[in-house]
C-alpha cells in the first residue's frame, strides 16, 4: 500500500481508471467455509436438540455426535475491540469459530458439555468496567430473548426514538427472563426507531416503535436551495407534501407546503430535503405494540397490536417505557397458558380483559383510522365483555 | 446502442432545471419497446461510462447525470 | 480523559445488559492508545464524538443525523448509506460518517481470521464501531468518509474475496436460518439456496432496477426463525408432504415424564405433569392427532405442520421426508398502507441445486413487477393493487383453496372475456329483434 504526504494509504485503487483492476459481483463467503468440525460432519444429520440450562444447548446428531451451543446476548452496536475479544474467545475454546443469530446473539459451539461450562462461566466472568456484562448467558427457550433493533440517535436521520439506549433500559429490565426460562412461551421484543420500521417489529410479541406526532417544519429559506423541491412531493406516500410559492423576507421564494392533517410522520420528505426538518423533542416518542408473532406453530402469524399509543422519550434510562414492558410482560407471564404466545393469550382472554388486566388505559389512538383495513378491526358483534 | 443513451442523456438533460434524479421507471417509459432489463443495462453501461450515477435515500435508488443537482456535492467532503 | 462529558449515557453503562456505551468507551480508548502505530485514515476520535453527538441527543430528545445520497462505489447502486452530522464543527470526528454494508455468510458462521480481518480493515478505515447484524443480515460498517469508500472496497473484495450488501431499490442481502448446520428441523438446504440465489442474482443485488427494495428470506421450517413470512417479499419456508415420523416408544417416554418435553424450552418453572392428551393433542390446530395411552396416531392428511406436536416431542417426532417448501410472497413492514404477511403463493415447490423452480418463479414475479409496480411500491402492494389473480397468472399458478383464508364474500368477480360464450362483443340488432327500445 501506498502512502502520500498527506498519511493517506492507497490500496491500489484509481480514481482517474475506476474500472481498472476492480473486482465486483463476487457476494458473500460460502456459508460452510467457516463451518466448526462437527457441523461440517454432521450437516443434515442432526436428530433432535435439548436446552439444557439458560443459554446452553446440546444437539444430537444420528451418528451419536454432540454439538454444545453456549448463547450470549450481544448488542447490535458493537465495536471491533469487542469482536476482537470475542475472537479470542472463540481461539481459546471453540477452535476459532463462532457464528451470530438472527437476534444478535452470538453462539459458541464446543463438543464437550465441561467444555461448554468452562465456556459459560469464562463467558458470564467477563464485565465491562461500567459493571454491565459483556457476554450474558442465556436467551434460549420459554425466555426473553435479546431484542432486534434499528440505529435511533446512533445513526439514523428520521429517528423518533434512540434504539440502542431504550434496548438497554428494556433488557435491564427483564434481565432475569434473558438468564431463566419460566414464560409460558418465547417473548420476542423488538424496537424500530420510526414507523417506516427498517427493523421490522410489526410482527413481535412485543413491539416498539419510535413515533413522531407533529408534520416537518419547512425551512421556507433553504428549501429550493438545499431540495429539488418535485423529489420532495414524490417523497411523500400520502401526497401532503406539494410545491408552492412563498414570501419570504419581501421575495417570493420557491418552497413546498404540507398538508399537515394528511402527515402521517413518516419523515420521508426530510430524507429527500434537509430543509423539512421532522425531529422534534416535546413530539416525538415510542408506542408499544403486542401480539405478534411469526412462527405458524398453533395459529397463523400475526401483527402486533397497537396497546400503548405515545410514551414520550425519557432519556437516559425511559422509565415509563420499561416500567410498561415488565408490567405487560408480568401480567402475561402470570395469565397465560403453557406454550399460549402473548398475543394468543389477549386474543383468548379478549382485549377487554387484556387492558384491565395490564392497567393499559384505552384510548381512542387506539383504534384502527387509517384507511381501509381499518374497518375490519372494529366489533361487528353483540358479543363483548362488560 | 449509441441512440438508445442518447434519449436517456437528452431525457435528462431536459429535465435537469427542475429534478436531476429519475426512477428507473422513468426510463422503461422511454423505451415502449423494450423490456425492463434492456433498459438496465443501457443504464449500467452509462454508470459505468461515468454518465450517469446512482443517487439513494437509503430504501429507493435514483439514476442522474453525474454531478448534477443540488444534493449532488459529498456535503464539503475532500 | 474522555473528550466530551457525557453524564446521560454513563447512566446506561451500569445495569446487567451489555452495555453500548461501555463498548463505545472501550474503543474510543483503544484507538487513543493505538497499539499498533496505526496512520487512522479517519479522525482517531470518531467513537468519542459519537459519542459526544450522542449526548446531545439525549439532552435534546433528537437526532443530529442527516441523510446523504452517496449509494455506493462506482458502477453500484447499493451498499452505502450517506450520513452526514448536523452538528460537524462541534464533532468533526463524525461529520462525514457513512455506513458499508457487508455480504454475511448464510447462516452467519465466521472463522476468527475473517472477522480479524474485517476489524484490521475497519480500525484503519472506519471508526472502529459496527453493527453484528443489520436488520436484513449484513455485516455493517457504522461511521466512514468517502475518500474510504472505495478504498475499503478494494480491500474487501482483493484481499479478503467478500462483496458489499444492498441497499436501495434492489435485491437486499438475502438472509438464511441455520438450516441443516445445526437444526433437526429444516425441510431444506437454506443456507445453500440462500448462497445459490444471491450469487446468480448478484446484478440484481448492486444494480437497482426494481421499483423499490425486495427481500429474500429463507426459514428451514414454520417455526421461522428469520421470519421469511414477516419480512421478506419472497419467503421460502421450508414444509413436507408426507408422514411425520413417529417414534412410539419416544412418545411413551415423553408421556411418561422421562424426557423434558419441548426440549427443556419450559424448565424454569413448574408446569406440572406433562399432559401429552392436553398439551399436544388438544392444541393441534387442525385435530389432526390421537393418543391412546400407548399409541400416538397422525391423519396425515389433516395435518398442517405447524410444528407443535414436533417443538413439544422432539425426540419423538420427526420432520417427513418428502421434503420442500412453500413460497409466500408480498410481506412488507407497515408503511404506507399498513403491513402485510406474505401470503401463500407455491404451495410446495422442490428445492435442489440449482433451485430452478424456484428461481422461475423469482423471474415471473420480478418481470411483472419491474413493468407493473409503481415506483416505492413494493411487491406486495402491487399484488393488493392487480389482485391475487395475477400473480398467479404471471406466475403460472393454479388456484386452489390453500391460497385463501376464505373465499370472497362479495359476487364482483371480473370474468375475463374469454371466459364467456361469445366474448363482449354482442349483436345489439339481434337484441332488439328481441327487445324494444
Known sequence: ?386 | MPEDKDIIIEYLKSKESTKSKHYFKDFTDLFPDKGPREVKKLLTQLVQEEILEFWSSGSTTMYGLKGSGKQAGAEGES | MAKHKTPLLDQLESGPWPSFVSDIKQEADNRAKNPKGLTHQVPVDCPEDLLGVLELSYTEKETHWKHGGIVGVFGYGGGVIGRYCDQPEKFPGVAHFHTMRVAQPSGKYYNTKFLRDLCDIWDLRGSGLTNMHGSTGDIVLLGTQTPQLEEIFFELTHNMNVDLGGSGSNLRTPAACLGMSRCEYACYNTQDMCYQLTMDFQDELHRPAFPYKFKFKFDGCPNGCVCAMARSDFAVVGTWKDDIKIDQEKVKAYAGGAIKPNAGAHSGRDWGKFDLQAEVVDRCPSHCMKWDGSKLSIKTADCVRCMHCINTMPQALRIGDERGASILVGAKAPVVDGAQMGSLLVPFVRCEHPYDEVKDVIDNIWNWWMAEGKNRERVGETMKRLSFQKLLEVTNTPPSPCHIKEPRSNPYIFFKQEEVPGGWSRDLAAYRSRHQR
Open chain 1, 1 to 386: 500500500m501506498d502512502r502520500n504526504d498527506k498519511g493517506f494509504i492507497a490500496t491500489g485503487y484509481n480514481p482517474q481508471k475506476p474500472m481498472e483492476n476492480r473486482i465486483s459481483d463476487i457476494g458473500p463467503h460460502k456459508y460452510d467455509t467457516y463451518f466448526p468440525p462437527v457441523i461440517k460432519k454432521n450437516f443434515g444429520k442432526w436428530l433432535y436438540h435439548e436446552i439444557l440450562e439458560p443459554g446452553i444447548l446440546m444437539h444430537v446428531a444420528e451418528g451419536g455426535d454432540k454439538v454444545y451451543t453456549v448463547r450470549v446476548g450481544g448488542t447490535r452496536t458493537m465495536s471491533i475491540s469487542h469482536i476482537r475479544e470475542l475472537c479470542d474467545i472463540a481461539d481459546k475454546h471453540c477452535g476459532g469459530f463462532l457464528r451470530w443469530t438472527t437476534r444478535n446473539n452470538i453462539e459458541f459451539m464446543v463438543t464437550d458439555e465441561g467444555a461448554a461450562k468452562a465456556l459459560r462461566d469464562d463467558l458470564n466472568g467477563r464485565k465491562f468496567p461500567g459493571g454491565s456484562f459483556k457476554f450474558p448467558v442465556g436467551g434460549t427457550g420459554a425466555g426473553i430473548s435479546n431484542m432486534v433493533h434499528t440505529q435511533g440517535w446512533v445513526h439514523c436521520h428520521t429517528p423518533a426514538t434512540d434504539a440502542s439506549g431504550p434496548v438497554k433500559c428494556v433488557m435491564d429490565a427483564v434481565f432475569d427472563e434473558f438468564k431463566s426460562m419460566r414464560m409460558p412461551a418465547p417473548v420476542r421484543i423488538a424496537l424500530a426507531c420510526c414507523i417506516n420500521m427498517c427493523g421490522a417489529v410489526h410482527c413481535s410479541d412485543i413491539g416498539l416503535v419510535g413515533i413522531h406526532r407533529k408534520p416537518p417544519m419547512v425551512d421556507h429559506e433553504w428549501a429550493d436551495k438545499l431540495c429539488e423541491i418535485p423529489l420532495a412531493v414524490a417523497a411523500c406516500p400520502t401526497a401532503a407534501v406539494r410545491p408552492t410559492q412563498v414570501e419570504y423576507k419581501g421575495a417570493k421564494v420557491k418552497s413546498v407546503g404540507i398538508k399537515e392533517d394528511r402527515c402521517m410522520y413518516c419523515g420521508n420528505c426530510y430524507t429527500m430535503c434537509p430543509a423539512l426538518p421532522i425531529s422534534d423533542g416535546e413530539g416525538d416518542g415510542i408506542a408499544i405494540m403486542v401480539g405478534g408473532k411469526v412462527s405458524n406453530r398453533i395459529s397463523f402469524p400475526k401483527f402486533s397490536k397497537v396497546v400503548v399509543g405515545y410514551i414520550p422519550n425519557e432519556p437516559p434510562r425511559w422509565p415509563t417505557l420499561t416500567k410498561t414492558v415488565k408490567k405487560i410482560v408480568e401480567v402475561y407471564a402470570a395469565n397465560a397458558r403453557k406454550y399460549e404466545r402473548l398475543g394468543d393469550w389477549a386474543e383468548r382472554i379478549g382485549w377487554e380483559t387484556f387492558f384491565k388486566l395490564t392497567g393499559l388505559e384505552f384510548t381512542h389512538h387506539l383504534i384502527d383510522d387509517f384507511r381501509d383495513p381499518a374497518y375490519y378491526t372494529w366489533r361487528q358483534s353483540t358479543q363483548f365483555k362488560f
